[in-house]
């Protein structure tokens, strides 16, 4: 179950903003709103805005002023609201960005939340509560912004530390009681850090080593510096491990308050440099100058002791990096079985042959490698010594021409290649089936061939263009074997050999016939659809577009206008009036906007809880109502319109609910239905007005709101009716088949 708290609107919001005005950059293509708009946000003295009419004249502007806040429209000449906000990210640019625009598509306001937009605020509303909603909504956002730039440093820092640690790190009191340990003991020294707190430093020194540490710390609390010191330190199962520690003194208002300890593990290091003075004499010049790498690993834990300069060169990595690494580590994830490659598993049982593997390099190319190791012993150590030959070309050339023959004879096209003397070398068997000449009869013929007469002049300039290096791709009018002329669509480039000489050349051609002719009959009748498409898009979209910032435009002269003449009771009625009735024809070209869309778009599964969510989403304040969205696994049959249903069935409780504490969206699976289920608490609808509730017109606002909601359900195949009580509240209920009209499912019910 899903709930949506509401946030109630107040004006608490101008107590964060007094200290300082806040600089706003609003962005929008109507210069009449943007001085309206101007005038309503600086009139308390609380904003101090600047204007831009393109997002090209904000980036100028972002680049020569601070700005706390960018207020944008999403409709603009130039690049939209949303573009501007992406390149904004893009670059690095977090400064808070609020999308003020007119109603549009709901998924523009979920785009715009998902790519970092900090609020979305409908500009055509009443326009007293549209720009205290603004107003808050700077606010907040220059609030969150600091309080993000404090967090995001804060948690930097923190994750600096923890990700690149590579020592063990102890705090301990001045009694040298554990206070803190980094997760690294647990990879270190096998204890878990939370078990250690609380013990002494004491408990996990070697007794041989313990006099020098007593000695070394005592004389970092003394001199309140620091030290550092090489000693053995417990394992967790009982073993000892050498460490190379350093310390220092805490201090907390003046006062010692313990000691802060670092150590690294050296045990691996001292013995491997100890097994190469032993081995090193017998194989060192012979191992570096070996073109193939070399890589030498203990046979008993897989750990690298050594590598030559071809083994760093064909891994990327360098010597000090592997030395110390596990030989796993050098092989993609196929390659690993268990702890160990399975090459490497292989070899140790025995060496002396050759396996083929892959290897991974340090900026994760994989390489084929042939790898040949063999079993030696060096200061008592089993030592698995292993040369790596690179194989990855060979192996590319291999299977390049293996699926290059595969290919060029499965392709439906025809490939054909000549020499430089136009005389045909390859002939797949799409050039037989499409000429009608087997490969035998062809081989070592002129080009002209298969070249109309007409085309016997373009073949020689073609081919004479190929030798110079040159690609060339047309039309060509071919010639089968029965002498049938046919138009193909040719493309040809020129074959270089490993020398970079030019040898000779390939081409691909199709049988263009069919569409040819298509071509003929249906480019007419496309261009007029595209025209008149382009047209209605135009007129439709800019119209629309030019209304809403016309109309909110409107509302901003409305709502000066009524501050201003708010001691005038009769002009302030007027102007109350003409406010409601420019909400009216917003709501019809809202209407209008979404009817069209019906029965559009293709239906799939829709997710109805997020749909849901999205819808309640989109307003900024639910009056002081709770969502509660039980509709969790529940998938219909559907399209995004179903977000436009749910607004509607929520704006209606929100606008004449009057009461309203409580939204209920939920579902009833019944023997060969679904219901899908909203109410509320509201005072509901009287019995008298249901019979005409879905028709158009009828209603309190514009009477297309539930008449809306009626065509996008039978667009789904849906019925919709409304059964709630005066009174109690409202209870629309949407029947959804188990089978669609072409026998999809209507439903699915994932959990």
Known sequence: MTKVEATPTSEVYVELCKEKAIRVLHVDDDAG??????????????FEVDTAL?????LQKLRNSEYDVIVADY?????????????????????????????????????????????????????????VELKRSICDAVKGQKAEKLLREAENRLRLITENIQEILLLADRNLAITYASASVKWVLGYEPDKIR????????????????????EKVFKDCSGGKLELRCKTADGN????????????????????????????????????LKESEEKYRALFEESLDAIFVAEAETGILVDCNRAATELVGRSRSEL????????????????EYSKTFMLHRRGGGFTVEDQIVTKNGEIKDVSIKANLIEAGGKKLLFGVFRDITESKKVSVKNRLQARLLNAVGQAVIATDLEGRITYWNRGAEQLYGWKEAEVIGRHIDVISADTSKGQAKTVLDQLIKGEHWSGEFV?????????????????IIDDAEKIVGAIGVSTDISEQKWMQEVICEALQKVVELNEKLHVVESLTRHDIRNKLSALNGHLYILKKRLSDKPEILAQLQEAELISQQMLRIIDFEKVYVQVGAEELSYIDVERHVNEAAFLFSDLKGATLVNECHGLMVFADSLLRQLFYNLIDNTLKYGKKTSRIRVYYKEEENHLELVYEDDGVGIPENNKKHLFQEGYGAGTGYGLYLIKKICEAYGWTIEEKGKAGQGVQFIMTVPQKTKDGKNGYEITS
Request: a neutral charge; aromatic letters at 6%.
């Open 75 to 131: 409709k603009m000449s130039g690049k939209n609201g949303l573009e501007l906000l992406r390149e904004l990210r893009q670059n690095g640019n977090d400064i808070p960005f609020i999308l003020f625009t007119c109603k549009g598509k709901e998924e523009i306001a979920i785009e715009a939340l998902n790519s970092g937009a900090f609020r979305y605020i409908r500009k055509e509303g009443p326009a007293e509560a549209t720009y």
């Open 33 to 46: 709103f943007l001085a309206v708009a101007k005038q309503c946000l600086e009139e308390p003295n609380l």
């Open 240 to 275: 000892y491990v050498l460490m190379d520690g350093a310390s220092k003194v805490l201090k907390a208002n003046g006062q010692i308050t313990g000691i802060i300890i670092s150590a690294r593990d050296i045990t691996k290091q001292k013995r491997i440099e100890h097994a």
């Open 198 to 217: 609380g013990k002494s430093i004491i408990e996990f020194i070697h007794p041989d080593d313990l006099p020098a540490v007593v000695d070394a710390v």
């Open 478 to 494: 071919a010639k089968k074997r029965n002498g049938d002329i046919f138009p193909t669509i040719v493309t040809y480039a020129p």
């Open 54 to 58: 393109s997002a090209e004249e904000a």
């Open 323 to 338: 030395i110390g690494m596990h030989q796993r580590l050098l092989h993609p994830p196929e390659s690993i079985e268990g």
